[in-house]
Nanobody
Framework: QVYLAESGGGLVQAGGSLRLACATS????????MGWFRQAPGKEREFVAR????????NIADSVKGRFSISRDHDRGMCYLQMDNLEPQDTAVYYC??????????????????????WGQGTQVTVSA
């Protein structure tokens, strides 16, 4: 069974940092794009970051660009979201996701929820003012 599990969420003051981790199991995700999404109360799920299975290809949402970064460790089957200079509006449940694998996006990248097949349960991030 394919499994994605997020960890690292919590309560942090504005200006602080958190590092979210996504552990994969059940299959190899080496040829899958991995992404992070978030959903705040009363709002739609939104794209945060994506990292392709090709080395070095990352995309970050404008709302968090310069503060968040995404990385992955193929050997350990992990994906990370480093979040710095957090703001209260970053408060949300953060989800790790993976696409179905072996997809070439030809100049674009997956930023919509329906483009991802596998999802974790989410981890809460709360940023206090």
């Amino acid at each position: 069974q394919v499994y994605l599990a997020e960890s690292g969420g919590g309560l942090v003051q504005a200006g602080g940092s958190l590092r979210l981790a996504c552990a994969t199991s059940g299959r190899s995700f080496d040829r899958h794009d991995m992404g992070w999404f978030r959903q705040a109360p009363g709002k739609e799920r939104e794209f945060v970051a994506r990292i392709g299975w090709e080395v070095g290809r990352t995309n970050i949402a404008d709302s968090v660009k310069g503060r968040f970064s995404i990385s992955r460790d193929h050997d350990r089957g992990m994906c990370y979201l480093q979040m710095d200079n957090l703001e209260p509006q970053d408060t949300a449940v953060y989800y790790c996701a993976a696409d179905r694998g072996d997809i070439y996006y030809f100049g674009r990248y997956p930023s919509r929820s329906f483009e991802y097949t596998y999802w974790g349960q989410g981890t809460q991030v709360t940023v206090s003012a």
